[in-house]
């Protein structure tokens, strides 16, 4: 499934007549209030798309107003657990942009097989097709025995249906081509039994795997890594918070680490650009040079 594109408008709408002024202050207020209750820091995200994704909320709680919200996500952390699953955005896909999977086992993987031991950072990574698509990705490469994947998102309900590894069944002929495309070399179906209307991922793929909460604003490195993968997640983030995301990215890589981004992410324009060299300029994967 495509990212949908966070400026176009398909979601609710603020009515005509609303005050824009007024509606800034109070998306302002609202996004202060739950970072100072729930830790939550949305407060530097792209106003555009964080705006469309408050009223949707408004919409579906058939509520008046963005203070009207605020009022009730403050005193019921349920509301608060709503709004935060409109707020981060968790469209995913296995072998999403399978030409980025493509490019990474002819031209990263030659690169990992060089390290003794391989160290995988997925930052924000929903609900795990990513860091499952990775970790088949290496074990048909033969490298999945000595690397160790770490899946963070700030989202404690994704992070849950990741761990669990089952996804929705009717998705898996998507999958299965990207799967194909990306240049599987076994049959897609081994990696899963359907079970009900899910599809059952073989446990061996999340053995290696740490799933944990992180939070790209407010949280610091954790680890050093030989690849970090963050797409389509800094789409969201303003350009201050860009850098800070760039900062945290660049202190966790080793040297010659890598670094993915999503297909409309990219490094240009960053203070961070001159470290890194393309290994992929269309599929976005960068190596830290300096
Ligand atoms: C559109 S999904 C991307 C999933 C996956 N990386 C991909 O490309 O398919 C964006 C994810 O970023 C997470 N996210 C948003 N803000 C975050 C933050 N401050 N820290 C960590 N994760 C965050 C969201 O919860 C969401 O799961």
Redo the contacts with the bound molecule.
């Keep these: 499934m495509s990212?949908q594109n966070p400026t176009s408008a398909t979601l609710a709408e603020a009515p005509v007549s609303y005050d824009k002024q007024l509606e800034r202050i109070e998306i302002e207020l609202l996004l202060e209030g739950i970072f100072r209750q729930y830790g939550f820091?949305f407060r530097a995200?792209a106003y555009s798309s964080i705006r469309r994704r408050i009223w949707k909320r408004i919409t579906a709680e058939h509520l008046e107003n963005v203070s009207a919200l605020q009022e009730r996500v403050l005193h019921d952390p349920r509301m608060m657990e709503r709004l935060l699953l409109d707020l981060?955005?968790?469209?995913?896909?296995m072998f999403?942009d399978p030409g980025f999977y493509a490019a990474f086992r002819a031209e990263v993987i030659p690169l990992l097989r060089t390290y003794p031991f391989i160290r995988i950072w997925?930052?924000?990574?929903?609900?795990g097709?990513?860091v499952y698509s990775m970790a088949i990705l290496l074990q048909e490469e033969g490298l999945y025995d000595r690397s160790r994947l770490y899946a963070?998102?700030?989202?404690e309900v994704?992070l849950q249906q990741a761990k669990a590894g089952i996804f929705p069944l009717e998705r898996m002929q998507e999958y299965t081509e990207n799967y194909i495309r990306a240049g599987g070399k076994r049959s897609f179906s081994e990696y899963y039994t359907a079970k009900y209307d899910g599809a059952l991922f073989t446990p061996t793929l999340r053995q290696n795997v740490v799933f944990s909460q992180?939070?790209?604003?407010?949280?610091r490195s954790f680890s050093e890594f030989n690849v970090v993968?963050?797409?389509?997640?800094l789409i969201?983030?303003d350009k201050t918070l860009q850098k800070r995301v760039h900062g945290l990215f660049y202190e966790s890589l080793v040297n010659f680490g890598i670094l993915c981004l999503?297909s409309k992410e990219s490094l240009k324009f960053s203070e961070y650009e001159e470290c890194y060299e393309q290994v992929s300029k269309m599929e976005k994967i960068y190596r830290k040079v300096r």
Aim: contains cysteine; hydrophobic residues 30%.
């Design positions: 990212e820091d995200y981060s955005v968790n469209v995913t896909a999403r997925h930052a924000g990574c929903s609900t097709e990513e963070t998102d700030i989202n994704v992180h939070n790209l604003v407010t949280d993968l963050c797409r389509n997640v969201y983030f999503g």
